[in-house]
């Protein structure tokens, strides 16, 4: 049985939602700066240098693109485990309306048989 958009869209806990939207945007905002500030592979030179001091500064970089990858990474991971949370919530709310409808659904329908049964007496 397909619940309404617009019931779906009542048991979403909007307050919750709004609170945390601004968490959620300032994240996917550093995400999306970083990621866009990150050098590409051919600012540095790309042709290999047999010159010792610039292999220093070619795997100095690359360290530091190596380290920011990581915290990049680290930040999208902790964004997932809570739009996942929030979204376990939801998933949570929308079950317990469902249960909640049936129930309505079923004491409505033994309210109107037992309606039907006493005016039969």
Do not use: F, H
Request: aromatic share 4%; charged share 20%; glycine share 2%.
């Amino acid at each position: 049985m397909a619940l309404p958009i617009a019931k779906i869209l009542m048991a979403v806990p909007w307050g919750k939602v709004i609170e945390n939207a601004p968490l959620l945007v300032n994240q996917a905002q550093q995400l999306w700066s970083a990621s866009s500030r990150r050098k590409s592979p051919n600012d540095e030179s790309s042709s290999p240098s047999v010159d010792p001091e610039a292999l220093a500064r070619r795997i100095a970089t690359l360290e530091r693109n190596n380290e920011d990858l990581r915290a990049q990474l680290s930040q999208t991971n902790a964004l997932i485990v809570e739009l996942t949370e929030q979204n376990a919530v939801l998933i949570g709310r929308v079950e317990r309306n469902r249960a909640l409808l049936y129930m309505a659904s079923a004491t409505a329908l033994l309210a109107l048989v037992g309606v039907i049964w006493l005016a039969q007496a």
